[in-house]
């Protein structure tokens, strides 16, 4: 198997791996050029910057997973509709330099006659199954935009997006709940976070849950300090009871910090969950270099 340099290039940062043949990383790097820091036709002299080098091996694949793939980036690799695959995955490369670098597609799917798409979280995804060793199961991929995937038979079979950490970021920085908080979070507090957690499965309903935020405030029932983590769990909380259908265990795929708080919120429930980190993208993009040599 090539010699494998591996990008995952998203709207404000890029990363970057260089991966041995049997799938080892040999070297990481990191850049804040996202592609919302990349000029019209800036692309290559961006990734030539980051690992020029590695490049320079006449036999090395590149494979770009990520936002660089969209409308807004490199090129547009169009979305694959789902159920898909590795070799759906593979066949839908979006080639920059034939036999050489290439952007990864991204997925998308139907539910109740809306498209949600995907881009970049479904080569988490299937590194996570590489990695686990699996081929079915619930993975959600924690973030601004938190994404939960169903997989049967090593295919994505559908998806749901959930705008978790956007609508924390606006309900913490610019509604009325903004003004009992802090201007800085302080450490998560634990407890607060899980009393978010809970809440939200009864309150049945952001729109209303929300507002007890305030209210714990207004009554002296809940420390300023303590506010963002509970309005933190109140979100999640709110993702979690919308997801009471999905049945089993969860693989959370994702930072640190943020697999951390779901897994936590997952337990307040009684609902496992284990967690693997960033290194699912690099064994995402390996597994698919890999099925182009099959």
Known sequence: MRPLVAVDWGTSALRAARIAPDGAVLEERASTRGILGVPAGGFPAVLAETCGEWLGDAVALCLVSGMAGSRQGWREAPY???????????????????????????????????????????????????????DEGTFVLPGTHSKWVQVRDGRVQSFATFMTGEVYALLRQHSILARMMPPQDDPHDDEAFVRGVRHAQEARGLLHGAFSARTLALFDRMPAAALPSYLSGLVIGEELRMREDAAGPVVLVGSPGLTQRYGLALHALDREARSIGAEATWRGLWALARTLEE
């Open 80 to 134: 694959l509709a789902c159920p898909a695959g590795f070799p759906e995955l593979a066949g839908g490369l979006l080639w920059i330099e034939q036999g050489r670098i290439a952007l990864v597609p991204g997925l998308s799917c139907e539910a109740d006659g809306v498209p949600d798409v995907i881009r970049g979280e479904e080569v988490q995804v299937f590194g996570a199954l590489d990695l686990l060793q699996r």
